[in-house]
T-cell receptor, first 113, second 114 residues
Framework: KQEVTQIPAALSVPEGENLVLNCSFT??????LQWFRQDPGKGLTSLLL?????REQTSGRLNASLDKSSGRSTLYIAASQPGDSATYLC????????????FGAGTRLAVHP | DTGVSQNPRHKITKRGQNVTFRCDPI?????LYWYRQTLGQGPEFLTY????????KSRLLSDRFSAERPKGSFSTLEIQRTEQGDSAMYLC????????????FGPGTRLTVL
């Protein structure tokens, strides 16, 4: 059974710091790994999708890497801003399962001025 | 707005009542998913539709839950005889046919059962 773990559960940093959020999964048979952002009480916003054959994806100040063999992904946020404060969720799309997503519990990020 | 929409955004009900939520996916997306999210947790898969066919249901979806997607367009999720444990955010997502596609999520319906 696929399980996804995110570390740390919460993070509080001053503005301007570079951050690394970690995600690990137990079964390497995945199609994609997707990172999402969720603001309090809101839905999910897709940030980056990494296909199983890819090693990383970049969008603006965000960079996500994938190491399938070790079951790990990292989300790197450069020069953090207060507007980055949110919960960041990692999800894997399991192969052979109608592409449903299996989520970690998230990392709650607070960036203070 | 061409994103996924969900209605209502908030629903407060008394225990034992029935509730129904609606999801309108992105128009060209034939795959539709329902997830449930409780406080402090990531979303958990409930059920999946490909066009109008419901192809997978989670064990989380008890007999009190039913979902439909008539004509492969919008979808509804009904909960009968609600219980306090049903209080959660119910999220809908859609994606086009094929692998390696992003899932796009709606804003969710927040259910509170008193």
């Amino acid at each position: 059974k696929q399980e996804v773990t995110q570390i740390p559960a919460a993070l509080s940093v001053p503005e301007g710091e570079n951050l690394v959020l970690n995600c690990s999964f137990t079964d390497s048979a995945i199609y994609n790994l997707q990172w999402f952002r969720q603001d309090p009480g809101k839905g999910l916003t897709s940030l980056l999708l990494i296909q199983s054959s890819q090693r990383e994806q970049t969008s603006g100040r965000l960079n996500a890497s994938l190491d399938k063999s070790s079951g790990r992904s990292t989300l790197y946020i450069a020069a953090s801003q207060p507007g980055d404060s949110a919960t960041y969720l990692c999800a894997v799309e399991a192969s052979g399962g109608y592409n449903k997503l299996i989520f970690g519990a998230g990392t709650r990020l607070a960036v203070h001025p | 707005d061409t994103g996924v929409s969900q209605n209502p955004r908030h629903k407060i009900t008394k225990r034992g009542q029935n509730v129904t939520f609606r999801c309108d996916p992105i128009s060209e997306h034939n795959r539709l998913y329902w997830y449930r999210q409780t406080l402090g947790q990531g979303p958990e898969f409930l059920t999946y539709f490909q066009n109008e066919a419901q192809l997978e249901k989670s064990r989380l979806l008890s007999d009190r839950f039913s979902a439909e997607r008539p004509k492969g367009s919008f979808s509804t999720l009904e909960i009968q005889r609600t219980e306090q444990g049903d209080s959660a955010m119910y999220l809908c997502a859609s994606t086009p046919e094929g692998a390696y596609n992003e899932q796009f999520f709606g804003p969710g319906t927040r259910l509170t059962v008193l």
